[in-house]
């Protein structure tokens, strides 16, 4: 495998900035039957092209992919812990789920990689959905007891947590737009699932601090919003924006404020005019998501999360983008990291940066045709063959500095 030739011309990070790459449970570990999204991948008329199934057998196979990750020459592994197996039913802990994830750190720290990680990304146990999942008050306390029993559990080990993995994606794309469990269409809805998971933030955010000392927070899907309109509609099109932004981000800044960081997590921009989000043109550049093809939209969310949560350290825990073509990868993750260099030169205090992801894998509705991964995955042996992005980022995060592509 090789990866592109550098010039001379390295722009450095500052020490400490870490370099990662992340997975969720239940996007790769296989067999989580027991949560709501087992459940929408097998109800009839989801839009769900496929279920996830073994997905990568990550469960198992977590020590190679450790263990490759570290090769690259990454410092740290963010990964999740899927609640619907810790906790499989009401106020039942299983110590055999909570001491795998224990091993999960064990392993990380055996490799020289910090692990981070994350409580809640997507995924809920049916018995949590079944009494009214995230717009029952409930919940929030519910979360709270799991958190703090996990946190204690992984104990020391763990470098740092993220509480609640985009719940902006789950509150407008679950309560919202029908698309995610439980499939529902009211913006009250959303508003209330929003409620109920700043308040599960707050309580997990204090059952962890009692017993672990690492850094802490929340992470949210953003994308860079901006205005395409004549000077006469501008302030149309930026109410239009601005409410978008109301429904989607706003609600989660405020509580961030006490946290330890925030974890920017990006992928393309959109535009807004006096009549709403106006369509790419058709001969936009998109990635397999359908999505603009935008390495610069980090930069901006960087410098609005940074401005709205009133100077939180900011920790970019996914960028990434789904293609065939692992040059494009390479390009747009050098796209980005310009803009995050830009955002350090204003003093903006950026901690690292996290690739989405590590593993190709399973991407939700979508099922498993987007790739995204620094690894690919035949699923049908699970083979896994690592990508010359990979190395790539790896020897960025190695020097510490942008090594310029040619
Ligand atoms: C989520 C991931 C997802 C990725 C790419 C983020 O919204 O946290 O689970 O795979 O975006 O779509």
Request: proline residues 6%; charged residues 25%.
């Amino acid at each position: 495998m090789t990866a592109p030739p550098f010039t001379s011309h390295a722009v450095a990070f500052p020490d400490g900035f870490t370099w990662g790459s992340a997975t969720a449970a239940h996007q790769v570990e296989g067999g989580n039957w027991n949560n709501d999204w087992w459940e929408w991948e097998h109800r009839p008329g989801t839009r769900c092209v496929e279920p996830s199934g073994d997905a990568c057998d990550h469960f198992h196979r977590y020590p190679q992919d450790i263990a490759t990750l570290a090769s690259f020459g990454f410092d740290n592994y963010r990964f999740s812990v899927e609640w619907s197996r810790v906790e499989p039913e009401d106020g039942e802990f299983s110590i055999s789920a909570l001491d795998h994830y224990r091993r999960m750190v064990e392993t990380c720290r055996e490799n020289g990689v910090v692990p981070v990680v994350t409580l809640h990304h997507f995924t809920t146990p049916r018995w949590v959905t079944e009494s009214g999942g995230w717009i029952n008050g409930s919940t929030a306390d519910l979360f709270g007891r799991y958190s703090e029993r996990v946190a204690r559990h992984l104990g020391d080990g763990v470098g740092r947590w993220c509480t609640i993995n985009e719940p902006n994606m789950v509150s407008t794309i679950g309560y919202l737009l029908g698309e995610f469990p439980p499939g529902r269409t009211d913006r009250f809805l959303r508003a209330k699932c929003n409620e109920v998971f700043v308040s599960a933030h707050r309580k997990a955010r204090d059952a962890v601090k009692s017993v672990s000392s690492a850094p802490l927070g929340i992470t949210l899907a953003m994308q860079e919003f901006l205005l395409d309109a004549p000077d006469s509609e501008r302030h149309q099109a930026e109410a239009k924006r601005d409410s978008a932004w109301a429904g989607l981000e706003d609600p989660f800044f405020e509580v961030a404020r006490g946290d330890d960081f925030f974890g920017v997590q990006t992928y393309t921009r959109q535009y807004f005019s006096a009549t709403g989000r106006v369509k790419p043109a058709p001969d936009t550049r998109v990635t397999m998501m359908g999505y603009e093809f935008s390495p610069e939209a980090l930069e901006g969310c960087i410098r609005r999360a940074w401005e709205r949560t009133d100077h939180v350290p900011i920790l970019v825990t996914e960028n990434g983008i789904a293609t065939t073509d692992d040059s494009e990868r390479i390009e747009y993750v050098h796209g980005a990291l310009e803009g995050v260099l830009r955002c350090l030169k204003d003093g903006i205090d950026v901690r690292g940066y996290t690739y989405w992801s590590l593993l190709d894998n399973f991407e939700w509705v979508f099922g498993y045709r987007p790739t995204f991964g620094l690894i690919g995955v035949d699923r049908s042996t699970q083979q896994r063959v690592p990508k010359p992005s990979a190395r790539w980022l790896g020897q960025v995060a190695q020097a510490n500095a942008l090594l310029p592509i040619q």
